[in-house]
């Protein structure tokens, strides 16, 4: 209905209801890993430790072809949210199981480096902030003196060098130390509630 309408870009790919499809496609994942059935069931189907590499192959074919959400030609919005978006995130989906699967598996013990992991921990602060970072470097590029920085063999890493100073400064500085505070309160928690059960136990005795 919003292609049809004509909707822009940002509002189908901001949006919470135009990109539910893909948090759904990890709780499915969620789901078969966690029930007993499904998780032999996905075992025996994605069996072999050349299975993650040919999943990240794919993905990465895919998204190569996906194009952009600003695409002018109707054609194109309607094959990237009709087909290639949902594909790219169901087989992100299936990359996950598959790891899971075969934990030792070249894909999946590179992934598991400190590196990588490094990015996945800061993956969803890059989420958050990359819009912005996007901005500050954009007005970086209007006071740096020189052509240097224009180059456009400079702007992707530069996008995303900015990209990951925001990320870790969100993560370190906001999310970790939240994250704290939440550990440290559920322990109370759980302790007062031990002492509740404890409490209750001897009134009942």
Not at 69 to 83: M, Q, T, V
Not at 129 to 151: C, D, E, I, K, S
Not at 157 to 184: N, Q, T
Request: glycine fraction near 8%.
């Amino acid at each position: 209905f919003l292609l049809y309408r004509g909707s822009e870009w940002i509002r189908l790919t901001g949006a919470f209801d135009t990109r539910l499809d893909c948090p759904m496609f990890g709780c499915v994942a969620a789901l078969l890993w966690a029930d007993p059935v499904w998780r032999g069931r996905v075992r025996s189907g994605l069996a072999g430790r050349w299975v993650p590499l040919l999943a990240a192959t794919a993905l990465f074919s895919i998204a190569q072809t996906l194009g952009h959400p600003s695409d002018a030609p109707f054609e194109k919005r309607l094959l990237l949210w009709a087909y290639r978006l949902p594909l790219f995130e169901a087989l992100a989906a299936v990359f996950i199981l598959a790891m899971l699967v075969n934990p030792l598996s070249p894909v999946t013990r590179l992934l598991a480096r400190p590196l990588p992991v490094l990015l996945g921990k800061l993956s969803y602060s890059l989420y958050l902030w990359h819009g912005l970072a996007f901005v500050f470097w954009g007005w970086l590029l209007r006071h740096l003196p020189g052509t240097f920085w224009q180059n456009s063999g400079v702007q992707e890493p530069g996008r995303f060098a900015v990209s990951l100073l925001f990320a870790a400064a969100s993560y370190y500085v906001v999310e970790r130390p939240l994250l704290s505070v939440k550990r440290r309160w559920e322990e109370a928690r759980r302790a007062r509630e031990e002492r509740g059960g404890a409490e209750e136990a001897r009134r009942a005795a």
